[in-house]
């Protein structure tokens, strides 16, 4: 695996993912058309699309932008073009984090070495996978600062999560649950809280015991809330649900952009290894169970708090960051 691709042009440079619901027109429910809307998008976009796990997703990705409107903007037209190609076919989009009604049993799997793997290794839980996010990246123009910033990051994922609650639903049931997709993707393996880790050394040594144990056949099969990206040498925030508001992706994706770009300026990397993985842990299933309405222990200071507070001291972490990018 090279380290070619963290380099100095990509530093807090944004890309932006987005799983989508297909969706019939008239009943609204999930419908296996992936196969039919990727063979009708423009060639010159193709690469800008990829499946997911069911042929009732798509995922749309955006080039690398220099900043948050850009990317933005990036988003929005492939909305406007997947829109233009569905209404063609009787189909809709869909975003949110789980489709309210369709049912696990009814979904059928992408066709490829790589999804044929996922769904051989989880069975009958790859197919109850209905879930959908946006998916975060932060350009980084080192390894071994990836790393770093991801260990700090960490104590950030739970109030990113509680921002972006959007799936109280699952099957046709209310849940309880204002993030049901964290639940019901969190029965796949290596899709916690990652722990500690010293170096991209290291990382690298976690990926080759994956590999040589067949628990992973490539490095994206590691579905960490947060992740170094060593293809694109970039750090994946991967906790949010699917966003159907432009303006709330915006929101998460200037504070994911400032995060990084105050972690990695003040580096603040120490006290991260000190966060205790029981207070990580327990953010991130109050924040899916009660979204705002919840008290957590900060796993930076180890003092109860808020989520709301929390959030606003997350806030406060980045502002100045926040306005160094003009994203106040």
């Known amino acids: 695996m090279k380290n070619s691709t963290y380099n100095k042009n990509s530093l807090f440079t944004i890309g932006i ?8 027109a008239l009943t609204y429910d999930l419908i296996p058309k992936a196969n039919i809307i990727m063979n009708k998008i423009n060639p010159k976009n193709r690469n800008r699309y990829s499946y997911e796990l ?6 749309s990705n955006t080039k690398i932008c220099s900043e948050v409107n850009e ?6 037209n492939h909305r406007n073009e997947l829109k233009e190609i569905c209404a063609k ?3 809709l989009i869909g975003i949110s ?9 009814d979904q059928i799997f992408v066709e490829n070495d ?8 989880l069975q009958y839980y790859a197919k109850r996978n209905i879930t959908f996010s946006t998916h975060i990246h932060i350009g980084i123009d080192n390894p071994d600062k990836c790393i770093q ?9 739970a109030p990113m999560l509680a921002l972006s609650i959007n799936s109280p639903f699952f099957e046709g049931e209310l849940t309880g649950m204002c993030s049901s997709r964290t639940f019901q993707f969190s ?3 290596r899709t916690e809280i990652p722990g500690y880790i010293d170096s991209y050394n290291d990382y690298l040594d976690i990926i080759k015991n994956y590999k040589n144990t067949n628990s992973i056949e490539k490095p994206r099969q590691i579905w960490w809330k947060i992740r170094p990206h060593a293809e694109y040498g970039t750090i994946e925030f991967r906790m949010c649900d699917a966003q159907r508001s432009l303006k709330n992706i915006k929101m998460l994706t200037a504070i994911s952009q400032a995060l990084v770009h105050k972690i990695y300026t003040s580096n603040d990397y120490i006290k991260s290894s000190s966060y205790k993985h029981e207070y990580l842990n327990d953010s991130l299933w109050k924040a899916s169970r009660f979204g705002l309405n919840c008290h957590i222990i900060d796993p930076g200071t180890d003092k109860i708090i808020s989520m709301k507070d929390f959030i606003n001291e997350m806030y406060l972490y980045c502002i100045d960051s926040l306005k160094y990018f003009n994203n106040t």
Not at 17 to 24: A, G, H, N, Q, S
Not at 54 to 59: A, G, H, K, V, Y
Not at 97 to 105: D, I, N, Q, S
């Open 149 to 157: 910033i991801c260990n700090t990051l960490r104590r950030w994922i």
């Open 54 to 59: 069911i042929l009732s997703e798509i995922e």
């Open 71 to 76: 990317a933005i903007l990036e988003v929005a």
């Open 97 to 105: 984090g789980t489709h309210p009604t369709a049912l696990a049993k």
């Open 17 to 24: 993912e987005e799983e989508y619901m297909l969706c019939d």
């Open 89 to 91: 076919e009787n189909c």
């Open 187 to 189: 029965t796949f393996p």
């Open 114 to 121: 790589s999804y044929n793997w996922v769904s051989s290794q």
